[in-house]
T-cell receptor
Framework: NAGVMQNPRHLVRRRGQEARLRCSPMKGHSHVYWYRQLPEEGLKFMVYLQKENIIDESGMPKERFSAEFPKEGPSILRIQQVVRGDSAAYFC????????????FGQGTRLTVV | DQQVKQNSPSLSVQEGRISILNCDYTNSMFDYFLWYKKYPAEGPTFLISISSIKDKNEDGRFTVFLNKSAKHLSLHIVPSQPGDSAVYFCAASAGGPQGAQKLVFGQGTRLTINP
């Protein structure tokens, strides 16, 4: 039973390029969450999705960031026209349809904008 | 607006002794609290959780205590082992079907267990 899979693990982008981060939840999990961790800080909630629906995007920056969780395939966090301040670790978590213990996190994608 | 605070950035404990990590919160709507452990370059790993209807939850060497009136929770690890050295995050969520696992994290406490 594979855990939450994120790829790539490391991503380097030049300023102005697009970054696409992928997350495959654990089998049987229909809820996906994206978090961002800036250096020396805790994780900050970005967005909560269920299949084909964005449930809560209150933590997403208003511009350049978008997320989706299609019926088939992984969840995608897209950052357009990246800037240096987007450099961070981006973590995806998944949970089953009810609150049962804690959400399970992937290993994260470390985005570096140069 | 830091709703979940871990005021100790680091903690050093002798192997075999008790480690106590503390966490304070401000939002009285939080009804579910979790502790995560994180190694460098890895994602957080769920350790233990507690619902606001309880004041204690125990799982092996890990015990979480919740004091709702003080808006304070703590994680006790006993006995501490070298493999416990990691960053520990406290997290909280407000309930309801929309709340689910939308978590508010503290800044983390780096625990070092000395042999």
């Amino acid at each position: 039973n594979a855990g939450v899979m994120q790829n790539p693990r490391h991503l380097v982008r030049r300023r102005g390029q697009e970054a696409r981060l992928r997350c495959s939840p654990m089998k049987g999990h229909s809820h996906v969450y994206w978090y961002r961790q800036l250096p020396e800080e805790g994780l900050k909630f970005m967005v909560y999705l269920q299949k084909e629906n964005i449930i809560d995007e209150s933590g997403m920056p208003k511009e350049r960031f978008s997320a989706e969780f299609p019926k088939e395939g992984p969840s995608i966090l897209r950052i357009q026209q990246v800037v240096r301040g987007d450099s961070a670790a981006y973590f995806c978590a998944s949970s089953p349809s009810h609150r049962a213990g804690g959400a399970f996190f992937g290993q994260g994608t470390r985005l570096t904008v140069v | 607006d830091q709703q979940v605070k871990q005021n100790s950035p680091s903690l050093s404990v002798q192997e075999g002794r008790i480690s106590i990590l503390n966490c304070d919160y401000t939002n009285s709507m939080f009804d579910y609290f979790l502790w995560y452990k994180k190694y460098p370059a890895e994602g957080p790993t769920f350790l233990i959780s507690i619902s606001s209807i309880k004041d204690k939850n125990e799982d092996g060497r890990f015990t979480v205590f919740l004091n709702k009136s003080a808006k304070h929770l703590s994680l006790h690890i006993v006995p501490s082992q070298p493999g416990d050295s990691a960053v520990y995050f406290c997290a909280a969520s407000a309930g309801g079907p929309q709340g689910a696992q939308k978590l508010v994290f503290g800044q983390g406490t780096r625990l070092t267990i000395n042999p």
